[in-house]
């Protein structure tokens, strides 16, 4: 006898739902997209227990009528495809016809609802996949849907459920997704009886932000400029430098109306930033791409959180550029201003790419060029107060706002970066020719990587020799290294970029190189006078990313006076 049977309607539903109603923030989830597709201008979402008690969505959308109402219970009904040529074009939220019941198949579910042509509405209750009653009912145009009891019926499931806190912390998430993806839609979330927020509808993406997350978070964040290549459109808001978290909780990628997790995003984000924040954090932000619906596939995850791109790279570009050019645009603190507007990006392209320049002419014997002075000329006036020195690194001053504190040390790393940067797209990083070049002995493991890497580090300044085994001669060292402090510094630079795994001589090699020698050149130690540290400012200031250290952190801080008036309680 045959051992295959088809599953019956029941099971193959309670199996689909395995797939869309992970836990509660999923039913809420399809739920306020089914009420977002049927056009709802304002709804509401309430739920009790973490959801897995109650959960209730009310929509003031165009609705169902009797026939429609029992017909999206039914496995793959959707108003919303036809064919699967509409799959690649389709602009709506849901399409596969799947949720209401999955949804229906593991609760108590109760649906409510009346459309624009029908006099009376429609009220439905199932329990598991039994129909209940259908009734005609007094309903306002919309659909309300209640679902209770969750996985009642499948106990293996609710196991899986964590504690009341994580699943309403799950609800919670997903509601700012969805409410940052739509916020021409009005949206209000209230748990157990309480309301926790209520955003009206908006064009302005800003507004959403501040309404959701509030001021505080909202004045972390910078405006991207809207740009437009290759048919990708990019705008948003995302993270002031330094401003990051350890996860991405706070990062939120809008593709066409819809929260995705996105690698290549994410890895622009990571590269765009890799000065702008500490190492492992990812900046916060709300990015909004919008791209032809071709150019990518998001039928390829049940709940639709990832997409297929047919070009990652063209996004990963883009996104790069524009987080860029948002952080070199940066103003900065509102009490220090920029003297003039950053110059251009060093090297436009994009890092991956080799730089245009290598090394050329022999490294000359020359003194370290890490100040700009020819730009400045003493008498351009600065629109802050030096006040002096505090401890042994920090520089104190009055701008037009407030007060500024400024981390000397961060300070000159940053201006040696972007200086050495300059340098070695434009030749070669300036280095000092030894008096008697030197030999010496490596361990294996950083010979080798010695060897495979010769020519970047001859690029930040580091001209070396193989002297057989696994010794070298080391002939020149970049001039903002103190000659006596080669060695340790060489092995220190091994160090750090063979924990970074890259190789080669690419752009991210030299920079990963260059951020450690301003690191060790910037480490000497800071002497405080007036007029270096006007001049420290000045250079700083006219660097492209003045607002945090090459390693991500901040450079200054600042206390406002309205921030030291609170602060005195006036
Ligand atoms: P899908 O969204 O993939 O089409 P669903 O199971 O989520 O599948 O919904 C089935 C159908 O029920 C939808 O195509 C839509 O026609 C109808 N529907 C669901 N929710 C609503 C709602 N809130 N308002 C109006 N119609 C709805
Ligand atoms: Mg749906």
Known sequence: MGKIRLLTDEVASQVAAGEVVERPASIVKELVENSIDA???????????????????????????????????????????????????????????????????????????????????????????????????????????????????????????????????????????????????????????????????????????????GLDFMSRLMPLEPSRENDIEISGFLAKPG???????????????????CPAVFQALREAYAEALPKGRHPIGVLRVTMDPLAFDCNVHPAKREVRLHRPDLLRQCVYLAARNALEKYAGPATISRPSAPSPLINREYPSQPPRNVFSAQPQMELPVTTQEKEHPAHESLDFRLIGSVGANWILMEGAEGL?????????????????????????????????????????????????????????????????????????????????????ALLEICESLRSTGLLGSGQPVVDSLIRTVSRLAASNGFQYDATGAERLIRDLLKCELPYACPQGRPTMIQWSYAELDRKFGR
């Open 404 to 488: 500024v504190m400024v981390d000397a040390r961060a300070a000159s790393e940053r201006i040696l970066f972007e200086s050495l940067r300059k340098q070695s797209s434009g030749g070669g990083v300036a280095s000092q020719k030894l008096l008697l070049p030197s030999v010496f002995e490596l361990t294996v493991k950083d010979a080798v990587w010695i060897s495979e890497n010769l020519e970047a580090l001859r690029m930040v300044g580091f001209v070396l020799e193989p002297f057989g085994g696994t010794s070298f001669k080391i002939e020149s060292v970049p001039a903002c290294i103190s000659s006596k402090e080669f060695r340790s």
């Open 39 to 213: 056009r709802a201008k304002k709804i509401l979402v309430e739920f009790a227990r973490g959801g897995t008690q109650w959960i209730r969505v009310v929509d003031d959308g165009c609705g169902m009528d009797r026939e429609d109402a029992l017909m999206s219970l039914e496995r793959h009904a959707t108003s919303k495809i036809r064919s699967a040529g509409d799959l690649a074009t389709v602009a709506t939220m849901g399409f596969r016809g799947e949720a209401l019941p999955s949804i229906a198949s593991v609760s108590r579910f109760r649906l409510v609802t009346r459309s624009s042509e029908s006099g009376a509405g429609t009220e439905i209750q199932t329990t598991g996949t039994k129909i209940e009653a259908v009734t005609e009912s007094g309903a306002p145009l919309g659909t309300v849907i209640e679902v209770s009891g969750l996985f009642f019926n499948v106990p293996a499931r609710k196991k899986f459920l964590r504690g009341e806190e994580t699943e309403s912390a799950h609800i919670i998430h997903q509601m700012h997704s969805l409410a940052l993806a739509h916020p021409s839609v009005a949206m209000t979330l209230q748990r157990d009886g309480k309301r926790l927020w209520q955003a009206a509808a908006t064009s302005d993406l800003g507004v959403r932000i501040r309404d959701i997350f």
């Open 243 to 261: 401003e990051g978290r350890l996860d991405r909780e706070q990062q939120f990628v809008v593709l066409n109306n819809r929260v995705v997790q």
